[in-house]
């Protein structure tokens, strides 16, 4: 399995607009951070996870040069602004809707944002068609399975989604955007090899997780391997690298986790 980070940023980014701070400024391009989206490579499935304002670059930057599945954890502007360029894989999918998969709540805001797509066939070549799906508990795949749970994100749900191969058996899990990792969804993520985890800032928010709360929900999973996304520019890479305990680290855009 192998999983890309595409970006690892918040709402905001990092460089933030019209900002001169050290973390802005800084020439480490581990602190040039675009907003979170995931690519996910199981026993050569490619599964897409959002697709931040950024996703075309995104894609570009990484090759990303194929998709069979895509997944969006909720409806917020940085995690589904970038799906009308979803449109080229239409295209290479031979022309026909891209089954997205989300919550309720993520469907009415793929309806409302991209009326257009709404149908079985692009209406022509070169546009974006969606065919909306409820995010089951779990996708059965002969690459293996795709398990979902529900995380709470201040007045709604996202998708927390667990990732195993079959041929190898290994898991991957990635909690994205969350103020709290329920008792369910902690026991859903034991025995994973990695995970990456929403860890937005040192300071307390309405509806991410803290660094420090992060940090005990990584405890309570147990995974060797723990990663943090959604940062803002309030934390400088290789600082919080050096602050989070073993096995912890900040995550970067482009970081490649093979499993």
């Known amino acids: 399995m192998e999983i890309i980070l595409l970006g690892t940023g918040t709402s905001q980014g990092v460089p933030m607009i019209a900002c001169h701070c050290p973390v802005c400024t800084s020439p480490d391009p581990r602190n040039r951070r675009t907003r979170a989206s995931l690519h996910v490579v199981m026993d050569g499935l490619h599964v897409q996870v959002d697709a931040a304002p950024e996703f075309r670059l995104q894609c570009l930057r990484e090759q990303i040069n194929r998709l069979d599945y895509f997944i969006l954890t909720h409806g917020h502007a940085d995690h589904i602004a970038g799906m009308d360029d979803l449109r080229r894989f239409c295209d290479l ?8 998969y989300s919550t309720n709540e993520g469907m009415d805001r793929v309806r409302a944002m991209y009326p257009y797509a709404m149908n079985e066939r692009p209406m022509a070549k070169g ?14 795949v002969p690459a293996g399975t795709i398990q979902s749970t529900l995380l709470p994100h201040g007045g709604l749900n996202t998708l927390g989604l667990v990732f195993t191969e079959r041929s190898t058996g290994k898991k991957f899990v990635y909690y994205t955007d969350c103020k709290s990792v329920p008792p ?15 860890g937005l800032r040192a300071q307390p928010h309405p509806s991410h997780l803290s660094i420090a709360e992060a940090v005990a929900v990584a405890g309570e999973i147990g995974a060797p391997a723990t990663w943090l996304t959604h940062l803002t520019h309030l934390d400088e890479h290789a600082e919080l690298a050096a602050a989070l305990p073993p096995g912890i680290a900040p995550a970067h855009d482009g970081l490649r986790i093979v499993l």
């Open 127 to 140: 546009y974006a068609a969606f065919k909306l799906a409820a995010m089951p508990e779990v996708i059965e």
């Open 184 to 198: 369910a969804a902690v026991a859903l993520a034991r025995g994973a090899d990695a995970v990456v985890l929403d």
């Open 93 to 100: 999918i031979g022309g026909v809707a891209l089954t997205v």
